[in-house]
């Protein structure tokens, strides 16, 4: 099916520019879409919040296709149409006793559109999402399919693509037995304390995240989630204190003033990890609702740094802020990742829904976290251009060459590509 397009992304500061959308029923269709294209991107949920996703041509979107999930339980994997949303994904890989090993924040998102740009959760042991992908098939610039695994030449530059070779059809993803986890949600740790055991602090959990506004001597809240408990505590959660923070007495949001309904069993009651590795429910808003986003990503050992540098820029990031939240991820191989060859700490922002403040403070932020070799999250708000991003990513250059192998005549490319990437 073809339509006008006259629509804006899920946070409502971005309308896409592209004159129509396609929302084909099946491969087929999609595959003819594309042929006979001019200029054209895979559009997924909508959750970025700038223009990556954009077309000065036409979008296609896989909503329309079935998700038609097929597990192998003797390879231990799922595969799944990349439009499919992680929720959906999630729940049936649990009612078959089956699990991902880590879920981002929301289970709203595609997961190819996830993967095409990193989208992480946390924990020192997890690489982000894209990291489970062992094959993917996408739709080249010629219509036809092509399918790539794990070991391929060039796999580890075609998973965190950006959508610029092609629409990603169909993902196979890594699976294991499924898994409980019980989430334990402290209040006000000292930062000195934290500051101090940093590395502790991560390691405390299978997924830890702190939140924080970046002011004062405490940090809001630290968000524990640890796996395999069954009914027995974890250590982190057995003592009354977390690094000077008092276990929280009710379920939380991570938001001051949101209710804690929106968000995933707290209080240590154990359950599936479907349930507990997200922050905020599939059937609720996540997060606020009305915001912005960024996140820069460091190596793990500029933490400390990365976030002093935070608290010192706290007179201008806070007054825009709703929160902060603080992650770990695993290094992985994959050329556009910003978790690149290097555990990551990654500083993620939910701004207030003020983006042209928002945007004078960027250049601030990135002028701070740049002598730490920050990345930027390729889905959200930041100001680098190609010539600032290029000597961050060691393989970049394989990238931009992959891309003019795969697509020649850049049917795949936007403006944002254009300067963020290419450099045009
Ligand atoms: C409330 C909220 C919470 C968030 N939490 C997190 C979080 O915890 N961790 C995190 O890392 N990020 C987070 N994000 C950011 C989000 O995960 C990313 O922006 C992600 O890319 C969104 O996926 P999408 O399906 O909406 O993709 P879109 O925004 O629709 O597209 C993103 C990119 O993927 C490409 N793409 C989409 N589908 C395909 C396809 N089939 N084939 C090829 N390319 C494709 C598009 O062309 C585009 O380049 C959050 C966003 C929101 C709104």
Redesign the pocket.
């Known amino acids: 099916m073809r339509t006008e397009l006259d629509e804006l ?3 409502g500061n971005y309308r896409y520019g592209a004159p129509l959308i396609h929302r084909p029923g099946s491969l087929q269709e999609a595959q003819e879409v594309v042929a006979d294209a001019g200029k054209i ?9 700038n223009s ?2 954009d077309s000065g041509g036409a979008l296609l979107s ?1 909503e329309a296709v079935d998700p038609d999930i097929s597990i192998d339980s003797a390879a231990r994997t799922v595969a799944v149409s ?2 499919a949303r992680y929720g959906t994904l999630a729940e049936e890989l649990e009612r078959n006793g089956f699990a991902l090993p880590n879920l ?3 289970p709203h ?2 997961i ?3 993967i ?6 946390s924990g020192d042991a997890n690489g ?1 999402l894209a990291t489970s992908v062992a094959e993917l098939e ?1 739709i080249g610039a010629d219509g036809n399919l092509r399918t790539l695994r794990r070991g391929d030449p060039d796999f580890d530059g075609c998973v965190v ?3 610029a070779l ?4 169909r993902v196979t993803l890594d699976i294991e037995p499924t898994f409980s986890v019980r989430q334990d949600v402290f209040e006000a740790l000292a930062w000195e304390q934290v500051l101090a055991d940093f590395d502790a602090v991560t390691a405390s959990a299978y997924s830890v995240s702190l939140f924080t506004d970046w002011q004062g001597e405490t940090v809001a809240q630290s968000w524990l989630k640890s796996r395999g408990y069954d009914g027995g505590v974890p250590a982190a959660a057995a003592g009354a204190s977390f690094y000077g923070g008092s276990p929280a007495v009710r379920a939380m949001h991570p938001l001051p003033g949101f209710s804690g309904e929106n968000c995933t069993q707290q209080l240590g009651v154990p359950g599936p990890w479907s349930e507990r590795l997200a922050h ?1 429910r599939m059937a609720f808003t ?2 606020s609702g009305a ?1 912005l ?1 960024s ?1 820069f990503f460091v190596a793990r050992e500029h933490a400390a740094e990365a976030i002093a540098a935070m608290r010192g820029l706290s007179e201008r990031i806070t007054p825009l802020l709703q929160v902060s939240e603080i992650r770990t991820i695993a290094a992985d191989r994959l050329w556009l990742s910003p978790s690149y060859a290097q555990s990551s700490a ?1 500083l ?1 922002f939910t701004w207030k829904p003020e983006q042209t403040a928002v945007e004078k403070v960027l250049p601030l932020m990135e002028e701070r976290l740049a002598p730490l070799g920050a990345r930027p ?4 708000l930041f100001r680098a251009d190609a010539g600032t991003l290029a000597p961050l990513y060691p393989r970049f250059a394989d990238f931009t060459a992959l891309a003019d192998r795969m697509d020649p005549e850049h049917k795949f490319r936007n403006s944002f590509l254009e300067s963020k990437v290419f450099g045009g």
């Open positions: 992304n899920w946070a991107r895979a559009l997924g949920s909508r959750h970025s919040f990556i996703a896989l990349g439009g981002a924040s929301l998102i595609s190819a559109g996830a095409s740009t990193a989208t992480h959760g982000n996408l693509a950006l959508g092609g629409i990603v059809t905020f996540p997060s915001e986003q996140e990654g993620h999250h390729w889905g959200k």
